[in-house]
């Protein structure tokens, strides 16, 4: 090509003398050898089918005798169809299924509602015979003291010496299991005569905690949570506080006391944006608003109207109506209240009106709580004559109640604001400072309480489901469990008092609870009995997932896992999306019985390979509860269960065989109930209770036998895989793991390459999760392998971030078959280094020089390693296991090339599905924090950045240290909204995966791309999910063909959608409402109707804030 550029630089330097002969002459010799350049195109392009098939042929040969060799499958199949004759195959029945675990978790839960119940008795009786006493002083054991000493060695006050000892049943932690002991808030002091008073009288539940305890040894935290503040906790822990020795966890703001304290509510909440609201007093109200959403559960309703001039929706979607407070939501108002801002005149008249119509509708179209009603109002002063407004909505029922705030120290319009409290049975508060904000919120769920109270009505409650990030060792749990156990949920009542001269005014002394580890619950229905895809997962009555595998509460920001912000709002339908109806949804929520079948698009390793399923799920209610249970089998693989039969004598010695595990996450026999049991591991305590040592072990008999049967099938392989080990010829470098799994959780696996050699190093460890049998799941390996013909081996790298090296992991089923029905009894399989197959494919992908090229059209001889040609194996999903380019291993080979995998999906060889994810989290822009607000103009942004700095200056003057030190608490809260830029939120994305249609065994084109054409040719491997990819090198089509990617995309609810999010953002789904509300009681003192509350301040602290204000006014 260079030679033809120089000489034609020569003639055409020579055309510049010789005139238009040889400027023709020129034009001929370009013709023909542009002509000649095409036909050498048109010869690279041929790439023969013929020879691509043969090397197909003889890669798929050379891979299933080194993974048949290997692993041992044939002996290990051939062992399973020895045993057929004396085996049972059983079709599982679902319905029977579903309603034996829903009858056990109903047991169980059952067990901690009578624990609560004693302890509900208990603390109302050691009230009942306590005499308040302003004087009383009682040492107690406080939490944040244990345990510390002043410097000369002396315990300090309300601390001494407390025994604690790391207990299993308790996370590790250390605790004393012979004490409860007492936390009380930063905020809160000690040795106030109502917390002094409120601990001693509580004593009296040490002695039933531990009888609880002993009891039932599932138990795990029991609690009481005082009205007054102090919260006393079995067992006793040592509570560490935050980096700044601040403890801001107060019991009362937690959902299990809300809850058990109140009846379902709807809530609208009106905050005076008036001119006269500036500063300091709107950083207040804020904050007021933000404690009240914090008190809102899921069975609770809400909206927030601001007012001025004029009524206004903080979130216009929600105008009209109510919307359910979930976690998404109450968090969806709290960016929003964030945005507000003071202007004009403050005309309450029309804010309440319209929240008494708000209110009106919702009960006239049966919406919303159908319960409790209140009316939050927010203001530093009432000038309008509002009593017309009363008159026409709410007198002479009183039906709404109206609680009302009055913020800043002038009290100019205190008598005004209490009388609308006053005369509409809600509460009054006076709130000047953000140190005044809990406590006075706190108030309105007392009044509410009343009715109930007064009636003594003991409602258990059940929450949804939480994490609970209080307790030291969090983070380790995060890092340790599986996402979807990582919740919990508790049961609580509420404790009042009984005493007679305080009975109509409806005294709530507290709410008892103790928690219930999901992760327990889910022990009630073990995986072995669901089969390989099959699950079980819980409801709630609103439609939200408490247990479900695919639910993934956390996420990651750097290196640290967190709780998503709607992690415990996450819908049934956003998890099992392919129910487009809902009808399982639907079924699930009103309680009832039944069975529903689905085909579903599924996933695993983490989303990048789709799997088909035909899924029958099977529910029914928990009674006594507002949860439902669910369990799903798929079929072919959960429809059939296979009982073998062996002597324990026999079994037991193949199961102490040291090539053999069972699956240290179920439950083979019951550990935690016997402290003495809780160190060991499961299968210590199987052979424990085989041997005779431990026969009151209580043990899944079906799953011994079964564990016990697998046991002495797959003894053999022991055997064999250490004869290969021995032998002569040795082991090919490379392999260096076999394995096997069955559906009893028995696994055995042999290290063929030590530890300092092994590439795969994490493979089949305690870090690796994704690769053994666990609560939440089968290995990726079973599950793939189970997707595939028995016998053929599936062949794929694990993704890139999870492996330690470049491996291959060569997988297949092992079946057992009775009559007509076949089950699946386990999976066998090898991992090995990519080396292995790379030098394999270059050993057959290649043409001798002396090859008979006379009958092939074509490039002859044909070579992987000629530079003109790419030759790729990529799997049935479109990952690349082998390229000459070592570093697309694990690639999908659509960012390799998007031109040939662009033609393979118009050609159908390969389909594109598309999946969708309603729990992921996106990045949000600076301007995003509402869809509903305009872009700040940069003088706004400065101006509210002055603004926050002198309000929170202000704000660091006046509670800090010298202006409240004793509230240091509000002040975390009060600046806990971070810089939006960089954060992540929740979203829904849709992404693809791709899946290879085995009909089409073979396919070659030619792709045009500007001056050139490229040709491939695509192979299946016989007897694998395998396909042998050759294509010409030198086209580069990338100008023309883009990357393909699987990254997700973001689904985008803009112009049009923006409608489609704010419909499912106020959309009331159908929802089973608690049976029980208390909303109204004859004899309430509806007098009680609350006072100012003051802070108090030295008089010259007071005058020196004081001044800083006038210096900044």
Known sequence: MNSWT??????????????????????????????????????????????????????????????????????????????????????????????????????????????????????????????????????????MLINTVDEDGTPVPLGGEFALEENEHFNKLPVNTLQSNIQVPTNVYNRDPDIVNGVYMSEALNDVFIDNFLKDPTLTWQYFGSASGFFRLYPGIQWIPDENGVVTFDSRKRNWYIQAATSPKDVVIVVDVSGSMKGLRLTIAKHTINTILDTLGENDFVNIIAYSDYVRYVEPCFKGTLVQADLDN??????????????????????????????????????????????????????????????????????????????GREMTFADSVKWIACNNKGYYTHISTLADVQENVMEYLHVLSRPMVINHDHDIIWTEAYMDSVFPHTKELFNSQAQSLLLMTSVAMPVFSKKKETLSHGILLGVVGTDVALRELMRLA?????????????????????????????????????????????????????????????????????????????????????????????????????????????????????????????????????DLIIASEWTYCETDIDPSHRKLSQLEAVVRYLTGKEPDLECDVQLLQQTLFDAVVTAPMEAYWTALMLNTSGIDDGIETVFLGTRSGLMRFQRYTGIEKRVGKSFLTDKDKENMFTMDHFPVWYRRASEFPAGQFLYYTPRRETRAGRIVIATTAVTVTVGKKTAIAGAIGVQMTLEVLESKLWSVAVQPNDTDCSDIEGICPLRCDNIDIDCFVIDNNGFVLISKQRTDAGKFYGEVDGSVMTTLIRMGMFKRVSLFDYQAMCKMSLHSVSSTRPLLSPFYVLAATLKWFLSNFLLFLLEFNFCGFWHTDHFADASAHKKKGDILQPCDTEYPSFVYEPSVKETNSIIKCGRCKKMFVVQQIPESNLLLLVAQADCDCSRQYGPITMAPQEVKYILLRLSVKCDRMRSQKIRRRPESCHAYHPQENANDCGGASFVSLSASLFFACLSFVALVS
């Open 6 to 143: 120089l000489e034609n630089a020569r003639n055409a330097s020579k055309s510049d003398r010789s005139g238009p002969h040889r400027g023709r002459l020129m034009m001929l010799m370009w013709i023909i050898l542009s002509s000649s350049l095409c036909l050498m195109v048109d010869g690279q392009m041929k790439i023969s089918p013929e020879t691509v098939q043969q090397w197909a042929e003889s890669f798929g040969k050379e891979l299933a005798s080194l993974s048949g060799r290997y692993s041992g499958s044939k002996l290990l199949q051939k062992k399973y169809k020895d045993i057929e004759g004396v085996v049972k195959l059983e079709e599982v029945n679902g319905e029977e299924l579903v309603k034996k675990f829903a009858e056990e978790m109903e047991e169980m839960l059952g067990r901690k509602m009578k624990s609560v119940k004693r302890l509900a008795e208990a603390a109302e009786d050691a009230d009942y015979y306590h005499d308040y006493n302003d004087t009383l002083e009682f040492e107690y054991y406080n939490s």
């Open 330 to 407: 109450r968090e969806h108002f709290k960016l929003l209240v964030e945005e507000l801002h003071v202007k004009g005149e403050g005309k309450v008249k029309k804010a309440m009106k319209e929240s008494f119509k708000i209110l009106n509708e919702a009960t006239a179209l049966g919406q919303g709580s159908l319960c409790n009603q209140a009316i939050m109002l927010i203001t530093d002063g009432a000038m309008e004559d509002y009593r017309d407004v009363f008159e026409e909505f709410n007198w002479p029922e009183r039906r709404v109640r109206v609680f009302t705030y009055l913020i």
């Open 526 to 658: 073990p995986r072995y009995k669901l089969g390989i895809h099959g699950y079980a997962f819980l409801l709630t009555n609103n439609g939200y997932i408490l247990s479900h595998p695919d639910l993934r509460p956390l996420y990651k920001e750097g290196k640290t896992l967190k709780p998503k912000p709607n992690y415990n709002s996450v819908d049934l339908s956003e998890v099992e999306w392919e129910d487009t109806e809902e009808k399982l949804r639907t079924a699930m929520v009103k309680g009832e019985t039944g069975t529903l079948s689905l085909d579903v698009r599924t996933s695993v390793d983490k989303g990048t390979r789709v799997m088909f399923l035909k899924n029958d799920y099977f529910y029914t209610v928990i009674n006594e509860t507002p949860f439902s249970l669910g369990i799903v089998l798929s079929r072919g693989y959960g429809q059939y269960i296979f009982i073998g039969n062996v002597s324990v004598e026999e079994g037991l010695h193949d199961l102490l065989a040291p």
